[in-house]
């Protein structure tokens, strides 16, 4: 038997749901002859009637119920087909909206950008800084990118980027005057920069031979903003203990000494949510996958 046309079976759905030779022709920009025609030699190909006629309204049979339930699973899949083969082949376009931690904003989205839009010259970022919580859906974003120990569960769709080592870190004047510690324990007797958001605290923590070793610091300055912690460590003022990503630069130009690296723990990870689709955007899509190309290339 021959298969019917994706022509014949969009009008077999457009009836069914309809309920009407005319609605359907309406509805496919057909004339109702065309669209009965259609339905005729559709059941003929099959052998069976799909569809009763009255002279009031149309009802499928018990055949046309089954058929029109596989006829939606095909003709959807298909449509999801052809979305993907765009997807491949054409070129992303529009505006990106992305929100972003401050720090991490700075530190890789800034660099990148003119990077990204010269390699996809249709496509726009609206890039917003903010340490404060986004919603992808309630704000308009098409990405969310989130530092966070743990994510909270959600309908959003979530992918692990990178990995956020907790580095202790201070300037070359500051070890220059206060030497530089060999221990874990040693900073008790050091002037520290302690981070007191919410999930942190005067503890600092580290692995020893496989375990959490806790240290209670103390200093001159105490901050919830790791960009404050960053600054002040630069300046002199102490040891930081902060995210890689936030000094990681500062580190590699030399203006900040990583300390105990064999000490440091992971203690969080930076995401990028989005929604979740049955085919992302192009553009989106681009902005995520070039992202985590850049992140790729960092070492800690």
């Keep these: ?71 939606a ?102 070890i220059d005057q206060r030497g530089s510690p060999s221990h874990p324990n040693d900073l008790m007797d050091h002037a520290c920069l302690p981070l007191t958001a919410a999930i942190m605290t005067t503890d600092w923590f580290f692995d020893i031979d496989g375990t959490t070793h806790t240290v209670r610091v103390d200093g001159p300055i105490r901050t919830s903003n790791l960009t404050v912690a960053r600054e002040a460590a630069l300046a002199g003022a102490g040891i930081a203990r902060v995210p890689y990503h936030v000094v990681a630069a500062d580190i590699a130009s030399g203006r900040l000494i990583r300390l105990l690296p064999e000490f440091e723990r992971v203690e969080g990870a930076v995401y990028v949510l989005y929604p979740a689709q049955r085919t992302l955007a192009l553009k989106t899509r681009a902005f995520i996958d070039f992202l985590v190309d850049e992140i790729g290339s960092i070492r800690t």
């Design 1 to 71: 038997m021959t298969l019917p046309s994706t022509r014949s079976l969009e009008m077999f759905r457009a009836v069914s749901e309809a309920g009407s030779f005319r609605g359907a022709a309406k509805h496919l920009g057909l004339s109702p002859s065309t669209v009965s025609k259609a339905i005729a030699d559709l059941e003929a190909r099959l052998g069976t009637r799909l569809i009763t006629r009255t002279t009031r309204q149309l009802a499928l049979t018990e055949a046309g119920v089954a058929y029109q339930a596989s006829v």
């Design 73 to 174: 699973t095909a003709l959807d899949a298909l449509g999801e087909g052809a979305e993907m083969v765009h997807a491949v082949t054409a070129s992303p376009r529009g505006l990106v909206r992305v929100s972003m931690p401050v720090s991490f904003g700075h530190m890789f989205i800034s660099p990148m950008l003119p990077r990204f839009v010269a390699r996809y010259p249709d496509v726009q970022v609206d890039a917003v800084l903010s340490d404060g919580y986004a919603d992808p859906v309630g704000d308009g974003f098409d990405i969310v990118i989130r530092a966070a120990a743990q994510l909270p569960d959600s309908t959003l769709v979530t992918r692990k980027i990178m990995e956020t080592p907790m580095v202790v870190c201070a300037s070359p004047d500051y």
